[in-house]
């Protein structure tokens, strides 16, 4: 779990970078830039609820992430980044909470990543004033499509890789396989 953290601490501050890229080109739409991505940001904990099956699993490895992208890699979202780092770790677990760490379909992941940009979207738009602005909804289906796409299908992609190559061969995922439900090991 820390290992996945530290990694995806790193691939998030990369994130920013292309944020700020995509801000730049997008010109005065600049600002929806953050939603088209952040599902980007949601991806770790459905990564690591899958692998390691646990509770809070996903919510740690998203603040372990968070941590390395603001202590570590200077990120400029700041110290807040901790604070969205636990609540869109809470709503990216809480499909695989609700199946009790057991069930792992496409549409599990896709529910992942649909509350985990919908927990941290009401967030940021308290934080940030959005819903005073007409383009709130625009916002938010960005940003949903964004986390189901990219912080939930995709997150299902990476396990099943991950689980070709043999490197999960000692977890749960590899021997249930990520679509099917979690075998009890004999004591």
Known sequence: ????????????????????LLAVLMGPAGDLAQHVLL???????????????????G????????VVEVVFLGSPVGPLLMVAAAIQGAGSELPFALGRYRRFGWARFAVSGLLGAGFVFCFSAFRFD???????????????????????????VVVDALRATGVLDQFTAARGGVGVPAQRRER
């Open 39 to 57: 599902g980007g940001w949601l991806i770790v904990a459905p990564i690591a609820v899958a692998i390691i099956r646990r509770p809070f699993v």
């Open 1 to 20: 779990m820390v290992m996945l953290g530290v990694v995806f601490g790193f691939l998030y501050w990369v994130l920013v970078q292309a944020w700020n």
């Open 130 to 156: 959005w819903f005073g602005q007409d383009i709130w909804p625009l916002r938010l289906a960005l940003q949903l499509a964004s986390g189901v796409v990219l912080g939930g299908l995709l997150a299902r």
């Open 59 to 66: 919510i740690i490895a998203e603040v372990i992430a968070s």
